[in-house]
């Protein structure tokens, strides 16, 4: 499964969101942005990530999954 693969189910999910995806192996750090998160804990905000690759997660294409969801806000603030 590649980059590619992985934002496009991420943005099916998740349509207002900017998404960012790097594959090491079967480990998949999945960065998303967007006002969706605005307001809620990180634990709620990962199992939106885990929920658009569910799937993929139980059938062992994605071995490991490290979502970081960020409101534009707070990545603002981490590029700055």
Not at 34 to 48: A, M, N, P, W
Request: aromatic share 6%; with cysteine.
């Amino acid at each position: 499964m590649d980059t590619a693969e992985v934002t496009q189910l991420v943005k099916e999910a998740l349509p207002e969101c900017e998404v960012q995806v790097q594959i090491d192996g079967n480990h998949y750090l999945v960065v998303v942005i967007g006002d969706v998160f605005e307001g809620l804990s990180t634990i709620k905000r990962q199992q939106l990530i885990n929920k658009a690759l569910f799937q993929q997660l139980m059938d062992g294409t994605i071995h490991a999954l490290h979502p970081r969801a960020f409101t534009p806000a707070e990545w603002a603030a981490r590029q700055g």
